[in-house]
C-alpha cells in the first residue's frame, strides 16, 4: 500500500505551499516592515534542484498540488525554466503560483502553455492606495500583466485582503474588475500574524464581508468542495451574470478541521501550520542526499500536525518569513 501523508486526526494532506525565495519587490505593509527584512543567504536557500526531488517526495507520499510562493517567485532567476522542468517531470501535478503579478508581463511567453493556476495578489485598483500600501510598487505593472493573462484566456483568481478602512469602499470595483478579467475574485480576512501591523480595528470579518458582496444581486453558495486539493474559500455565484467570488474566513471561521496542507519555506523548512513557530529541517538531509530521511520527517511532521492555529501562536511573524 503507498504511503500518504495523513495526521493524528485523520486529515489527508494533499497539497504543498513551497516558497522559492524569501525575497520580493514589494514591501506591502501587512507583510514586512518598512525598512525589510534580513534575507536568507543565497546558500541557505533551496535549489531548484533540490525543490524538484522533494516534489517527486511529496508526489509519492499523495500530494496532488503544489503551489509555488516567496516572496515573490519571479524575482528568481530563472522561474519560468524551472516551471517547465517541473510540468515536464510531473504532468499529472496540479501547478499553481502565488504572484504579485507585477513582473508577470516579462515571463507570458515562456509560461503560458504549462496549465499554471496563478493565484493574483491585488489589495486595491487606485494607483495611490497601491503605493501606499506596497510602499514601492506600481499598479500599472500588475494591471498590465493581469490583463495579459486574461487575454490568453488563462486561468487565475485575484486574492484582495480586506483591511477596515483602506479598502472596503472598493468591494464592488474590484468585483467588476474580476469579471471583465474573467477572473475569479476571493475575499480573505486580515490575519493577526504580526501584531503590529494589525488590529481588530482593521478587521473585517467574514460574515460583513458577504454582507457587503452579496446584499444585492442574485447570489447562491456553491458546494464548498469539489476536490480534496481545494482550498478554504467559500464560494458564491451570481446566478444572473455567472461570476464566481470567494471568501476566506481564515479567521473568524477558521478552516483548522479539514486543513488538507503543509508549507515549506524557502530554506527548506517544513512547517505544518500557518501559524507554527517552528519547522522542521528538510534540506540537511536534501544535502546529504538523504532521501529516505527527508521523506520520513515529512511523514512525521504530517502526522504531528495541529489540530487549530489558535494552540500555535507564538510571537509576531511577518508573512514574508513564512512563505507567502
Known sequence: MALELVDKLGRRLTYVRISV??????RCRYC???QGVEWIPHDRIMRYEEIELLVGILTELGVKKIRLTGGEPFVRKGIPQFLRTLRRLFPELELAVTTNASLLANYIDNIKDLNINLNISLDTLDPDKFKDITRVGNLDDVLKGIS?????????????????GFNED???PLAEFARKMGGVLRFIEFMPLDRSVWSQDSFIPASSIEDLIF?????????????DTDGPAR?????????????????????CETCNRLRITASGELKNCLFAS??????SPLRAGDLDEVK?????????????????????????????
Open 21 to 26: 525565495t524569501d525575497r520580493c519587490n514589494f
Open 170 to 172: 472598493e468591494i464592488r
Open 32 to 34: 514586512m516592515p518598512a
Open 235 to 255: 464560494y458564491f455565484v451570481d446566478l444572473k451574470t455567472g461570476q464566481k467570488i470567494g471568501v476566506i474566513a481564515a479567521v473568524s471561521h477558521h478552516f
Open 278 to 283: 517552528g519547522g522542521v529541517d528538510l534540506l
Open 148 to 164: 495579459m493573462w486574461s487575454g490568453l484566456g488563462l486561468p487565475f483568481k485575484v486574492n484582495t485582503v480586506l483591511i477596515k
Open 296 to 324: 520520513h520527517r515529512i511523514l512525521l511532521a504530517s502526522w504531528d500536525k495541529p489540530e487549530n492555529w489558535k494552540k500555535q501562536i507564538s510571537g509576531d511573524r511577518h508573512m514574508s518569513q513564512i512563505g507567502g
Open 215 to 227: 446584499s444585492s444581486g442574485d447570489w447562491k453558495e456553491l458546494e464548498n468542495k469539489t476536490t
